[in-house]
């Protein structure tokens, strides 16, 4: 079955530090991937989007890789602040135009302290 | 532009009886997917609309239900209510242009539902 996994387990940096959130997905071959951010009560907002012919995507201090072949994407914040703490979700689309969907994995939750 | 807004942002209800959620798109924007959301199982896709159409479906009972109107706002209805039920319901709209992944969801604040 189709499955994607994230950091269970939360990662708690230093503020300054780089923040690496690993995505893992199996089972099918998505033509694009999006990140998420979500804070505590409320829903996600939308950070990047990275298509399957695109190795890296970067925003200002966010950047995302898409490797089709580890079957895995990595989203980085450089230079991390406290207030990057919440919970990072990535979710490829699976399926074909029209017909398919977002699914999101669990989520990481990311602690930046001071 | 105004975002995406859920109504009611809390609901209380007990086994047995049924919920509409309602959900009102950003201006402009055609297609709306609804998702449950709880701790064990994370964000979990259930349906989205597009022109008043049921476009794609998840893995859900059918006591789990929704539409779509004119104005592209929708409702979710949830019948027969379960104490599992009990989670965080967002609604998220899209211009859905490129009907594809490459179209941002825009998430509304939820409706947090509680069955007891």
């Known amino acids: 079955s189709q499955k994607i996994e994230q950091n269970s387990e939360a990662l708690n940096i230093q503020e300054g530090k780089t923040a690496t959130l690993t995505c893992n997905y199996t089972n099918y071959s998505p033509a694009y991937l999006q990140w998420y951010r979500q804070d505590p009560g409320r829903g996600p907002v939308f950070l990047l989007l990275i298509r399957e012919n695109e190795k890296e995507k970067r925003k200002e201090r966010l950047k995302v890789t898409f490797d089709t072949t580890l079957k895995q994407s990595l989203f980085h914040i450089t230079a991390s602040q406290p207030a990057d703490s919440a919970t990072y979700l990535c979710a490829p689309f699976v399926g074909s135009s029209n017909t398919g969907k977002l699914i999101f994995g669990q989520g990481t939750t990311l602690q930046v302290k001071p | 532009k105004a975002g995406v807004t859920q109504t009611p942002r809390y609901l209380i209800k007990t086994r047995g009886q049924q919920v509409t959620l309602s959900c009102s798109p950003i201006?402009?924007?055609?297609?709306v997917s609804w998702y449950q959301q709880t701790p064990g199982q994370g964000l979990q896709f259930l349906f989205e609309y597009f022109s008043e159409t049921q476009r794609n479906k998840g893995n859900f009972p059918g006591r789990f239900s929704g539409r779509q109107f004119s104005n592209s706002r929708s409702e979710m209805n949830v019948s027969t209510l379960e104490l599992g039920d009990s989670a965080l319901y967002l609604c998220?709209?899209?211009?859905?242009?490129?009907?594809?992944?490459?179209?941002?969801?825009?998430f509304g604040p939820g409706t947090r539902l509680t069955v007891l």
């Open positions: 201006s402009g924007h055609r297609s």
């Open positions: 998220a709209s899209s211009l859905a242009t490129s009907g594809n992944g490459a179209d941002t969801q825009y």
